[in-house]
């Protein structure tokens, strides 16, 4: 018998050519696949007659799937992905790429479009979530005026301190409101390098979506600054809007000056004598003995004259 020499790539080759025979083999639904899932999303939204209703649905780990919404007193969809299935002009459905939100948006909303919708997901498992959506006399004041969806602009707005002491907490905060709807994420940036959760909770991103505002809150805190921390921060939300700030890192140990008791400067200033005490009395020099012997006698020969 001949045995012939067999490398290491050749088995390693051959083993992944079998693996991916055997899976083809294989029923497709015996192929495990990622479940989609909803995320935390309002569940009740309201609007005034004459405005826009955006109803949001989130959903994670999507794939090949496709988002429906429809009433839930109805049968058929209002909307699959992108597409609109239905005559009223009213609806429509807004997705920007690589977003997991998918939202029903209905303009000029009018009470009969009050109710229960669905958002669901076309798989064999049922899943799905129900908005409600309460509409308002445009004269209500009902939830206050200021809250009206129409009233808010887009826009990123970024707040904290500009500088902190050494060992000092930085917090940022980040307001980002979308045009029709909530944004998707906000990153953080500095100096232009991506920031990031730290595994020891050292660096913190929190988030939190305001529904009825449109606006997503993104809140970074540094727990512990370092000199290495100074640098301009950016927050960035999915629609490309930015804003930045530069935060400065100040440490307090180099600037302190410490004085001795005899108010002497010892930090390597300039010598400073004390001449006189802060009373303002001078302080009294003892006169030599010869010194005085003299004045007492001119001024005694100075008495015998007159």
């Given at each position: ?12 080759s ?16 015996a ?53 609109v ?16 939100i ?79 709807m ?122 015998n004259?007159?």
């Amino acid at each position: 018998m001949v045995v012939l020499p067999v490398s290491g790539n050749f088995l390693a080759s051959t083993a992944l050519g079998l693996a991916l025979m055997i899976l083809s083999a294989l029923p497709s639904d015996a192929i495990r696949y990622l479940r989609p899932m909803f995320n935390d999303m309002e569940s009740n939204v309201t609007a005034y007659v004459g405005d826009s209703a955006v109803l949001e649905c989130s959903v994670r780990n999507l794939g090949t799937k496709s988002v429906i919404w429809k009433r839930k007193s109805e049968k058929h969809a209002l909307t699959i992905g992108d597409f609109v299935f239905t005559s009223d002009n009213s609806y429509s459905v807004e997705h920007a790429d690589r977003s997991q939100i998918w939202a029903l948006v209905i303009k000029n909303v009018q009470k009969e479009h009050a109710g229960d919708y669905e958002c669901q997901i076309s798989t064999k498992e049922d899943l799905n979530r129900t908005v409600s959506l309460t509409v308002l006399d445009a004269n209500s004041q009902t939830p206050a005026p200021t809250l009206r969806p129409q009233a808010l602009l887009p826009a990123v707005k970024l707040g904290g301190a500009d500088f902190v002491e050494k060992g000092n907490p930085i917090t940022l905060s980040c307001n980002a409101t979308g045009k029709v709807m909530t944004p998707d994420d906000i990153d953080w940036f500095k100096d232009g390098i991506k920031i990031k959760n730290s595994a020891s909770n050292t660096i913190q991103i929190t988030k939190h979506r305001m529904p009825v505002t449109r606006t997503l809150v993104s809140t970074l805190r540094i727990k512990h600054s370092n000199m290495s921390d100074a640098g301009t921060y950016i927050c960035r939300s999915t629609d490309l809007k930015v804003k930045g700030i530069y935060v400065s890192v100040l440490n307090s140990e180099s600037t302190q000056i410490k004085r001795g008791t005899d108010g002497e400067k010892i930090n390597g200033g300039s010598e400073l004598r004390k001449t006189s005490d802060f009373s303002g009395q001078c302080t009294i020099q003892v006169l030599p003995l010869h010194v005085l012997l003299f004045f007492y006698c001119v001024a005694y020969v100075m008495s015998n004259v007159h």
